[in-house]
C-alpha cells in the first residue's frame, strides 16, 4: 500500500517513530537538534536508531545540519554515519514501513516547507529493495563513521565562527566554503591532520589525487621522524578530514577541497 505524504509531514513522521518496535533508519543530509529530541523521547525503549547524514564543514558552520543533533545521537547510543554525497531522505521504520519524502530532518521540512513524499506499507519487495540499498551505503568505502572524538572536535572548529560564512555551490552542488584564513579551519587540528590540511591548501586546485599528497611525504616525513609509515598516516588523514567535512571523496584516490 502506498500512501501519499504532503506538509505538514511531522505528524506521519512522528507516528512511525512511535509505533516502531525494533529499528528506525533516518536518512537526511540535513538534521536538527530539536526534531532529534522528539525523535528520542517519542520512540520506545529498546528501539535502535541508525542515521546517515552528510558531513561538510559549510554546513555545520551556517547551521543547516546541527553538530549538537548528531551528538545528541551518540550520545543516546545511536550509530550516525556519514554518506558525503547525500540528497536522498528516506525513513524506514521496523524494516516494514518507509517514508520517501523531499523533508529534511528539520522544522522547515517537516513542518513549514512544502514537501511531498510516499509512505510504503505492506510492499515486502519494495521495503527489502530500501533495506538493501541502505546496508549497501553503509558498507560503502566512501561512508564514514561519526564517532565523538570528530563530533568534539567539529564542535571546537565550528565555535570559530560567529557569524555565517558565504557558501559557493559548485557545478556538481556541492557547499564550499569560502574563507580569508585557514588557521580558523586548522586551529583544533592534531599535528598530522594539520600538516596533511596545509599541504591540501598549498595545492591550486580544488580537485586532487592521492598522489598530489604522496608528493608531499618526505616534507611530512620530515616533520615525523619517527613515523615509518608516512603514505598510510597520509591516508588515515585524508579520512580524519573528509570526516569533519574537510575534504570529499570523490572516488578511490581522488578528492576535492570543501573550503
Known sequence: MINIVK????????????????????CAPYIKQDIIKKILDSKKQGVK???????????????SLDIGAIKQLIKNGCNVLNYQDLHAKIYLFDNDRALITSAN????????????GVLIENENEIINQIYADFIAMMDSKFCGIFNLKIVLKIEKIVSEFNERLPVIIDPLGDNIISIQSIQRLTKHLSPWEKDVFECIDSLQKNNFLLSDIYFFSRKLAGKH????NIKPKIRQMLQHLRDLGLIKFIKPGSYKKLW
Open 49 to 63: 536508531i541508525k542515521v546517515i547524514t552528510s558531513s561538510n564543514i559549510a554546513n555545520f558552520i551556517n547551521g
Open 7 to 26: 506538509t505538514p509531514t511531522y505528524y506521519s513522521f512522528l507516528n512511525l517513530v512511535k509505533n516502531s518496535n525494533d529499528e528506525v533508519i533516518l
Open 105 to 116: 530532518l528539520t522544522n522547515n521540512g517537516l513542518f513549514k516547507n512544502y514537501e511531498y
Open 225 to 228: 621522524p619517527l613515523n615509518n
